[in-house]
């Protein structure tokens, strides 16, 4: 099992901190909604499980390793040289100017469901980047268009 960049990123942050960190803040880190750090979590769990090594979390108090300095630093070797997976995510700059591309090529109306199936996002990130291009492109007093498709049954 692999991990990806950003998973990666996550396990030296945890491994970093003589605190518990807590979602929101790898997620503000990490530029993602918290539900991506969940599943990202998940997964850095099953990779640590391989290796014999837990994270421990309480809900209000975050997430950290409960391990020695030895092994905090056995486990950041690891981290450092095992083979990392293309996770086709963007960085949050990249991403958003994919977005930006998107929006001002496409002839009408895109749905945040296609936009999110584009760039592989949740539609929580989605929406918070929809929101910073909003007041880049109001500087150029330009303006995103959100309508309400209303669907019947």
Same mark, same amino acid.
């Given at each position: 099992?692999?991990? !990806?960049?950003?998973?990666?990123?996550?396990?030296?942050?945890?491994?970093?901190?003589?605190?518990?960190?807590?979602?929101? !803040?790898?997620?503000?880190?990490?530029?993602?909604?918290?539900?991506?750090?969940?599943?990202?979590?998940?997964?850095?769990?099953?990779?640590?499980?391989?290796?014999?090594? #837990?994270?421990?979390?309480?809900?209000?108090?975050?997430?950290?390793?409960?391990?020695?300095?030895? #092994?905090?630093?056995? =486990?950041?070797? #690891?981290?450092?040289?095992?083979?990392?997976?293309?996770?086709?995510?963007?960085?949050?700059?990249?991403?958003?100017?994919?977005?930006?591309?998107?929006?001002?090529? #496409?002839?009408?109306?895109? !749905?945040?469901?296609?936009?999110? !199936?584009?760039?592989?996002?949740?539609?929580?990130? =989605?929406?918070?980047?929809?929101?910073?291009?909003?007041?880049?492109?109001?500087?150029?007093?330009?303006?995103?268009?959100?309508?309400?498709?209303?669907?019947?049954?």
């Amino acid at each position: 099992m692999q991990l !990806t960049i950003r998973q990666k990123e996550i396990v030296k942050q945890l491994l970093n901190s003589s605190t518990p960190i807590i979602t929101q !803040t790898l997620a503000d880190n990490e530029h993602v909604s918290v539900r991506t750090i969940k599943y990202d979590l998940k997964r850095i769990r099953e990779w640590l499980g391989y290796r014999s090594n #837990e994270l421990i979390s309480r809900p209000h108090a975050g997430i950290w390793f409960q391990i020695d300095a030895n #092994e905090a630093q056995r =486990l950041r070797q #690891e981290v450092d040289t095992v083979a990392q997976i293309d996770d086709g995510y963007l960085r949050p700059s990249d991403r958003m100017q994919l977005l930006l591309l998107i929006l001002l090529q #496409e002839p009408g109306y895109i !749905t945040i469901q296609q936009l999110q !199936t584009r760039i592989n996002v949740s539609h929580t990130t =989605l929406k918070n980047d929809l929101r910073k291009i909003g007041q880049y492109l109001s500087q150029f007093h330009v303006s995103l268009v959100n309508k309400t498709i209303t669907a019947l049954s």
